[in-house]
């Protein structure tokens, strides 16, 4: 019969670990899980709808349509020189519908896994990536869609799109982050889907995903400045369709803000941890 | 008796020294979110705290089989998730030499809209191995459950009895250095619980040590070297099996 091999071969509860090192070391060393973890997402949203992948798009793409609908008329000649607001809407939507779907599984995943991950020596973290990686993957099918229409509107995509690259990696991390730090929460509360929705639709009206920020002045102009997904739609915006302006700040704050984010996560989350399996 | 009990040239699979697990849970504590943040501003909540278990050392060298017997609530599930790596003692230390194969919950990490093959691969990693290793043991796999004829399809599909059987025979496809079992031996009919006691026994034939939990005492008796009995989170006798088990059906 064959033998399960180890890779660190003794463990030993009495030597503390590093953190931030044994969860990176443990993201590398269960690669393969988490690409199986991420195919499982794919492939189960995929069977569930009649239009399969389709789906995933379709969404984003229904959403935009509303918004683009309801506020054209609104917004058209506020929007910086030369953007269209079709792709600008689906610019915002795409990051944001990343955003909020990645957290929520990130969070979840743990949840849903828990009864495994009690059980089973496993890393709690690779479950949260993995969810975050599957949402990552659907932002990206979600970038032809954008092209498309961006093309049809006459914008085109900039020559600078490969940067995009950034924004999805400090969102990986972001979310990642986050949702390391709420899921704990989630295994213990029940309440706290409802809560944290609640969280999310406000950060999501105060980031300009379909208004654009040139309509803001005042006390609302600062707060939708120091939201971090600001940062994450400007830059994002202006590698992927060359519209508006992202500036240094931009870069500066979305990376330190993920970065900084996702450290807390891991540092926060592997606190926490044994004291809630202890309880389960 | 194992052949290296009592020597010290192999070194032992697990020791647990003197192993503690405490935690303090909030009087009244709410499973809420809501009201939990307004007991915090509010800080009249009295902390109690909850003993799981207390001093409790364990010396198992490959080739033993350690029964661990008590009531509900004894403490055997905290024991086995010292075990499993995935707790850390409060107080005290837990080593463990090589891998574990945790057969707790089996099934834990299905999922009913894939195929029972993917289920393989899926549950096989999550269990510690390669997905290429299961690709190759997949058909051993269905065959020894039972069940060639359903494996492309989704895994809803499935009675329950049959997901059980899948499971098992996943999770008792490879062995590793130390063997949990919880409840695992009243999976399926009869025939099939024949079959998986005799698979068991293989698996801990092959130099593994073993940790048997189980209320089938007559099991224990036939299967393991040493017993631990515990209760309310405390060793109450440690040692060859039948004195503990005698003991135990005493008490």
């Known amino acids: 019969m064959e033998k399960i091999l180890m890779k660190n071969k003794v463990y030993d509860s009495s030597q503390s670990g590093r953190v931030f090192a044994d969860t990176f070391r443990a993201f590398w060393d269960h690669r393969q899980l988490i690409a199986l973890l991420v195919r499982r997402d794919i492939t189960v949203r995929y069977k569930r709808s009649f239009l399969g992948l389709l789906w995933t798009l379709l969404n984003p793409l229904l959403t935009s349509l509303v918004l683009w609908f309801v506020f054209i008329t609104i917004f058209r000649g506020k929007l910086p020189d030369g953007t269209q607001f079709a792709p600008y809407v689906l610019a915002g939507v795409l990051l944001i519908t990343f955003f909020t779907q990645g957290f929520n599984q990130a969070a979840d995943s743990i949840a849903q896994g828990s009864g495994i991950l009690m059980k089973i020596y496993l890393p709690p973290q690779v479950f949260a990536l993995s969810g975050v990686l599957s949402n990552a993957l659907n932002f990206v099918f979600g970038l032809f869609a954008l092209t498309f229409v961006s093309l049809l509107t006459g914008d085109g995509v900039s020559y600078l799109f490969i940067l995009s690259i950034f924004p999805i990696l400090f969102m990986l991390m972001y979310v990642t982050g986050l949702g390391l730090l709420v899921s704990i929460a989630y295994i213990r509360y029940d309440d706290t889907r409802s809560v944290f929705a609640i969280l999310i639709s406000f950060m999501m009206y105060l980031s300009p995903i379909f208004y654009p920020k040139e309509i803001l002045s005042g006390k609302v102009l600062m707060i939708v400045n120091a939201n971090p997904l600001t940062s994450f739609l400007d830059v994002f915006r202006f590698v992927f369709l060359n519209t508006g302006s992202a500036s240094w700040g931009d870069w500066a704050y979305m990376s330190s803000f993920s970065v900084t984010t996702l450290f807390l996560g891991i540092k926060l989350f592997a606190r926490a941890w044994p004291r809630t399996v202890v309880m389960m | ?251």
Not at chain 2, 48 to 58: D, F, G, K, M
Not at chain 2, 117 to 122: G, P, Q, S, T, V
Not at chain 2, 182 to 187: C, H, M, P
Not at chain 2, 234 to 251: C, E, H, T
């Open chain 2, 1 to 251: 008796m194992a052949a290296n009990s009592g020597d010290d040239v192999t070194e032992a699979a697990i020791e647990i020294t003197d192993a503690s697990v405490s935690y303090m849970i909030r009087h009244g504590a709410s499973p809420t979110l809501k009201e939990t943040v307004i007991q915090a501003f509010k800080g009249k909540s009295q902390d109690v705290e909850i003993r799981a278990l207390q001093n409790i050392s364990i010396k198992l060298y490959p080739g033993e089989v350690l029964a661990v017997v008590g009531r509900n609530g004894a403490g055997k599930s905290t024991l086995l998730k010292l075990m499993a790596r995935v707790l850390p003692p409060t107080h005290g230390r837990v080593v463990v030499r090589g891998s574990v194969s945790p057969m707790i919950e089996l099934g834990a990490g299905f999922n009913g809209e894939l195929t029972g093959l993917e289920n393989i691969i899926l549950y096989g990693t999550l269990l510690g191995r390669t997905p290429k290793q299961m690709r190759d043991r997949a058909n051993e796999i269905t065959n020894w459950a039972g069940m060639n004829d359903f494996i492309s399809l989704p895994l809803r599909t499935f009675s329950s009895g049959m997901i059980a059987r899948l499971a098992f025979a996943i999770a008792t496809d490879a062995v590793s250095d130390l063997i949990l079992i919880d409840e695992v031996l009243s999976v399926g009919d009869a025939e099939f619980q024949e079959k998986s006691k005799l698979k068991m026994k293989e698996l801990i034939s092959n130099n593994s040590a073993a940790v048997l939990v189980t209320h089938d005492l007559k099991a224990v008796k036939d299967m393991a070297h040493k017993a631990l009995w515990i209760d309310g989170g405390r060793a109450v006798k440690y040692g060859d099996v039948d004195s503990v088990v005698d003991a135990y059906l005493n008490a």
